[in-house]
C-alpha cells in the first residue's frame, strides 16, 4: 500500500467529515460530535491551515490531522504558545496500517521546523507515547482548573521550554461546540445507530483527574 500525505483543499472537506464520523462513530460516546468540530474548526481563527494534512492509501482518501492554537499560562501570568492536533482520524478499515502514524510524524516534524514550543492534546497515552508524548505532569502542565487529567499530553519540541513553572493549559475555544448543532449537522450524513462500546468506559476513565 501506498501513503501519501498532502494538505487538505476544499474539495476533500466532506469526504474528510465523514472519515471522522466513521473513526469516533460510538467510540467514546455514543454517536460522536467530531466530524462536526472539523467542520467548524477550518473556519476558527485558532485553526492551522499550514498543519491541516489528509492522507490517501493507493491514491484514495482516508486519513486526517487538523491542529489549533493553544496555550499555557504559568503562575505568574506568563504566557506560552503551543499548538494542538484533533481530531486526527483513519478510517476504521485503514487504521493499524501505519497512517496514523505517519500522519503524526509529518506533522510534527513540520511544527519542529516552524519553531513551534510543544504540541498539547489530550489523548489516549496509548496512541501517544510512541510519538514522544509525556504526561502533562513531567512539565507541570495541568488543565484550567490546575489538575492533571490522564489523558493530558505534551510534547515538548523545544528542550526545557516549561521548566521553572507551574503552567496551566488551554484549548481552543473552538472545542467547546453547541451538541443541537453537532446533532443537526450530523443529520445531513447518512443514517447511522447510536449505541454503546467499551471504549465509552476506557474514555470516562482516561477524562477524570
Ligand atoms: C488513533 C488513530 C488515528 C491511529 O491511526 P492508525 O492508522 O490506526 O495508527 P497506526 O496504524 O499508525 O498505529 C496503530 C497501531 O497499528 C500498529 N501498526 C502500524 N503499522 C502496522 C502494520 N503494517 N501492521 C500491523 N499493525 C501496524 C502500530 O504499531 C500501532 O500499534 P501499537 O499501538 O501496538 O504500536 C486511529 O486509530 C483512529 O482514527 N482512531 C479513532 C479516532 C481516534 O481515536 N482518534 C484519536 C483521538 S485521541
Redesign the pocket.
Known sequence: MNITIRNETPEDFRRVEEITRE??WN?YVPGCVEHYLAHVMRSHEDFMRELDFVALADGRLV?NIMYTRSFVENEQGGRLETITF?????LPE????????ALIRHTIQKARESGHAAIIIY??P??YC?HGFKSGRDFNIGNAEGRYPFSLLVLELKEGVFAGHAWKYHESVVFGIDPAAAEEFDRTFEPKEKGWRYTQEEFSIACRH
Open positions: 473513526a469516533f467510540l486519513g484533533g481530531p486526527v482520524s483513519v485503514y487504521q493499524r496500517k501505519g497512517i496514523g502514524s489523548g489516549s496509548y496512541n510512541k
